[in-house]
């Protein structure tokens, strides 16, 4: 995967999404923030929380500039529960041999109201499609990759699916990247118009997608009254004396006498 971002569609790649997670993690706000996977883009250089940790997985490979604060298991991550307020995924889901393991442990690490912010490569789009034929033509004997393969595409639909049932909320999503699979700089400048146009009119065909989900932790509802009304306790009326009018023969003869 990390040969494949300094290809020419990688480093296409790279620049809208390094751009998109800015957009993304800059209004996020909180104290603890988690990037797992992809040393190649600083995914939180945006984003102010104080302390920011990069993890990667036990199996990838740790040699570049970029050295990670933690090397471990994303389905058991090093963090207590419900002590991070940002987890962010890029590509680390599709990279994964158990992408669900993975994604209820950052249910677990994250805060109540705390977000995660999940991106994939989209299957269905244009790069999607020329790596499902080139899956062919291998099979056949012939034919080269034109995405990486390291792991799994998941599809839209089927990520929103697996955060609903872990209780996130899909906050926002977005595409990008509509120019067609070309391996050369010269042909993807060429048709840097479809970017526009894409957005435009075909924005769900983009090569990769954004969500931003919230973890919703919801409280138990109180069925019918929890305390039992108690009955008043009824006073009986007691007499009360004028001192303008005349007082009965029973209270004369309480009244001492001159």
């Not at 991550?77 to 995924?89: A, G, Q, T, Y």
């Not at 109540?112 to 499902?132: D, F, H, I, T, Y």
């Not at 090569?207 to 009824?234: E, H």
């Amino acid at each position: 995967m990390q040969q494949w971002f300094e290809t020419p569609p990688g480093r296409y790649l790279l620049e809208w999404e390094r751009a998109e997670f800015d957009r993304a993690v800059g209004d996020i706000f909180g104290y603890h923030a988690l990037q797992l996977g992809l040393p190649e883009l600083d995914t939180l250089q945006a984003n102010r929380m104080p302390h920011k940790w990069l993890a990667l997985g036990e199996a990838a490979s740790i040699a570049g500039p970029v050295r990670p604060h933690i090397v471990t298991d994303f389905g058991a991550l090093p963090f207590e529960e419900n002590s991070l307020d940002l987890v962010v995924l890029p590509h680390s889901l599709e990279l994964n041999v158990d992408p669900h393991t993975t994604l209820r442990e950052v249910e677990r690490v994250l805060v109540p109201e705390g977000k995660v912010v999940v991106c994939c490569l989209n299957p269905a789009s244009l790069w999607g499609l020329r790596q499902r034929r080139a899956h062919l033509y291998r099979r056949l004997g012939f034919g080269e990759l034109f995405l990486p393969d390291a792991g799994d595409f998941i599809g839209y639909r089927r990520l929103r699916d697996w955060l609903r049932l872990l209780s996130f909320e899909v906050e926002a999503s977005s595409f990008g990247c509509w120019r067609p699979a070309m391996a050369s700089d010269k042909w993807l400048q060429r048709f840097d118009w479809m970017d526009e146009v894409g957005e435009r009119w075909w924005p769900i065909f983009g090569a990769v997608y954004f969500m931003v989900a919230v973890k919703r932790v919801r409280g138990a509802k109180l069925i019918g009254p929890v305390w039992k009304r108690t009955r008043a306790v009824a006073s009986a009326p007691m007499p009360v004396a004028n001192r303008n009018q005349r007082a009965s023969p029973e209270l004369r003869e309480l009244t001492p006498t001159e």
